[in-house]
Every structure is written in structure tokens, then in C-alpha cells.
């Protein structure tokens, strides 16, 4: 019996948690993920399905754009321009966050974690915005 409460727990969560990927992401981008799991990737994006997009994204401390731009910060500090594009496109695509929320939160970066950081970021920015047509 405890399995079978931990297994539907486990269910449960990853869930809740695509429908906060879903909303955050973008269908096209989840569904994308889950095609390409496998037997090698698939705990891990059932991980952070059920940890991040349920257990931290699904938390009703801050609403998801807060959390989208404190995401945005966090990889500029860390230099993974693969997330921060993910994020600064989804936001600016599924809503809630607009080209000035962007730029705010790298020039808010610029002095927390650096001027390159911050010059990297408006490249991708720029880039990206170009992209979507919103430049």
C-alpha cells in the first residue's frame, strides 16, 4: 500500500506540474521535452516536472512572471544563455512579461552579476527579439 500512495503521489505531482510547464513554457516546448525523454533522460524530466514546475512553480508565494524574471536573473548570473533564451521567449510569446520587463531585469543583472553577464544577455536578448519580430 505505500507504494501504491507513493506512485500516485508521484503521479499527482508531475501532473501539477505540466500544467505549470504548459502555462510557463508553451505546449510546443513541453511536448518536445517529453518526446525526447528516454530511458537515459526520462526520471530526470519526471524529476523536474514534479520538484520545480509542481513543488516550486506551483507555490503561492509568487506569481509566475515574478518567478520567470527571478529565473531570467539567476541565468544571466549563471551564464546559461540556453535557459535564459527559453524563458525570455517564452515569456515575452505566452504573455506576462513584455520587452521592457526584459530589459529591466538585465540591467538589474548588470549590477548584481556583472556587465558581461549583462552584455551577453542583451545580445541574446536582441537576437531573440529580433526573432519574434518584436525589434
Not at 77 to 91: K, M, N, S, T, V
Request: charged share 25%; net charge neutral.
Amino acid at each position: 500500500p505505500g507504494n501504491e500512495a507513493l506512485g500516485e503521489a508521484r503521479r499527482v505531482m508531475f501532473e501539477d506540474g505540466l500544467v505549470n510547464r504548459r502555462q510557463v513554457l508553451g505546449d510546443a516546448w513541453v511536448d518536445k521535452s517529453l518526446a525526447n525523454r528516454n530511458h537515459f533522460n526520462g526520471e530526470f524530466q519526471e524529476f523536474i516536472t514534479r520538484i520545480a514546475w509542481s513543488q516550486i512553480w506551483g507555490r503561492p508565494g509568487l506569481d509566475h512572471r515574478t518567478r520567470r524574471l527571478l529565473v531570467l536573473a539567476t541565468t544571466i548570473a549563471l551564464g546559461r544563455w540556453e535557459e535564459f533564451r527559453l524563458h525570455a521567449r517564452a515569456g515575452i510569446e505566452q504573455g506576462g512579461m513584455t520587452v521592457e520587463d526584459l530589459k529591466e531585469v538585465i540591467m538589474q543583472s548588470a549590477i548584481y552579476a556583472g556587465v558581461p553577464a549583462a552584455n551577453t544577455a542583451f545580445h541574446h536578448g536582441t537576437d531573440l527579439l529580433r526573432e519574434l519580430g518584436r525589434l
